[in-house]
């Protein structure tokens, strides 16, 4: 009884944090105007390496990836002739080296970091006939910072002032790099100020402290939790057509 009583409290905190409010991944309908995205930490161990070439064997759009500092540089080397567009965020406070793997355009770079946060503005133009493009700000914790929930706000209130750099018109997409989860008061305060959403549908007890919330211009296709990261799949919005005034205008 008290497990259940447990597990419902958990679930309504959850009901409560969904800011998109759907309980299902919707259909892809348009391949040209969607995104495939990875978002894992990888380390120098056998297991790991069988997760990456998981990775590369999917053939996501975007590889957003974390190395320990004696990672091999081989692998490294390796994803570069899959992605053409590469781009190094640099050392985070956590000692992990970052790198954002693309097959799409890069058209802008930002590397901001501090003693407690790092982060990187990103922007990519999908290869689609409309040309859109997609605003990224990918983002590390310390979890000395994430365990304390006063820090963590705080680097979080930081993080978000950085949303001024993405057009509000453009979609946009927030990888994370905390271990926290996805319900915790202090990432849904975050996603509420961003107005992005949760991939997650479902109560993902595997902290992998990987995380993708994405805005309202975009929906969820597909999303899968692993142990080291997470694989989603985001399709942009097409825009309401907007209608004529004249349309009610009553003409005699």
Same mark, same amino acid.
């Given at each position: !009884?008290?497990?259940?009583?447990?597990?419902t409290i958990m679930l309504c905190q959850f009901l409560k944090g969904n800011t998109e409010g759907s309980f299902y991944y919707t259909k892809l309908q348009d391949k040209e105007n969607a995104i495939s995205v990875a978002h894992f930490k990888i380390s120098n161990t056998e297991e790991d390496l069988l997760i990456l070439n998981k990775i590369k064997a999917?053939?996501? #759009?975007?590889?957003?990836?974390?190395?320990?500092?004696?990672? &091999?540089?081989?692998?490294?080397?390796?994803?570069?002739?899959?992605?053409?567009?590469? +781009? =190094?965020?640099? +050392?985070?406070?956590?000692?992990?080296?970052?790198?954002?793997?693309?097959?799409?355009?890069?058209?802008?770079? @930002?590397?901001?970091?501090?003693? &407690?946060?790092?982060?990187?503005?990103?922007?990519?133009?999908?290869?689609?006939?409309?040309? @859109?493009?997609?605003?990224?700000?990918?983002?590390?914790? #310390? =979890?000395? +910072?994430?365990?304390?929930?006063?820090?963590?706000?705080?680097?979080?209130?930081?993080?978000?002032?950085?949303?001024?750099?993405?057009?509000?018109?453009?979609?946009? !997409?927030?990888?994370?790099?905390?271990?926290?989860?996805?319900?915790?008061?202090?990432?849904?305060?975050?996603?509420?100020? !961003?107005?992005?959403?949760?991939?997650?549908? =479902?109560?993902?007890?595997?902290?992998?402290?990987?995380?993708?919330?994405?805005? &309202?211009?975009?929906?969820?296709?597909?999303?899968?939790?692993?142990?080291?990261?997470?694989?989603?799949?985001?399709?942009?919005? @097409?825009?309401? @057509?907007?209608?004529?005034?004249? =349309?009610?205008?009553?003409?005699?």
């Amino acid at each position: !009884m008290l497990f259940s009583w447990i597990s419902t409290i958990m679930l309504c905190q959850f009901l409560k944090g969904n800011t998109e409010g759907s309980f299902y991944y919707t259909k892809l309908q348009d391949k040209e105007n969607a995104i495939s995205v990875a978002h894992f930490k990888i380390s120098n161990t056998e297991e790991d390496l069988l997760i990456l070439n998981k990775i590369k064997a999917l053939s996501v #759009d975007l590889i957003s990836l974390s190395f320990d500092a004696e990672f &091999n540089s081989n692998v490294k080397d390796d994803i570069v002739q899959i992605y053409p567009h590469t +781009i =190094d965020l640099g +050392i985070s406070p956590i000692g992990q080296h970052n790198y954002l793997y693309s097959k799409f355009k890069i058209s802008y770079f @930002k590397n901001i970091a501090d003693n &407690n946060i790092h982060c990187a503005s990103v922007q990519i133009i999908l290869d689609s006939i409309e040309g @859109k493009k997609i605003s990224i700000l990918s983002f590390s914790i #310390d =979890d000395e +910072i994430a365990d304390n929930p006063k820090k963590l706000n705080k680097s979080l209130v930081s993080i978000s002032d950085l949303k001024k750099t993405a057009k509000s018109n453009e979609p946009l !997409m927030v990888l994370g790099n905390v271990s926290s989860y996805a319900w915790e008061n202090e990432l849904r305060t975050f996603r509420t100020k !961003m107005l992005v959403n949760d991939s997650r549908l =479902d109560l993902d007890f595997g902290k992998s402290g990987r995380h993708i919330f994405f805005s &309202n211009q975009m929906r969820c296709v597909h999303y899968e939790s692993y142990e080291n990261g997470v694989i989603g799949t985001y399709e942009i919005r @097409k825009p309401r @057509k907007s209608q004529n005034p004249r =349309d009610f205008i009553s003409v005699r």
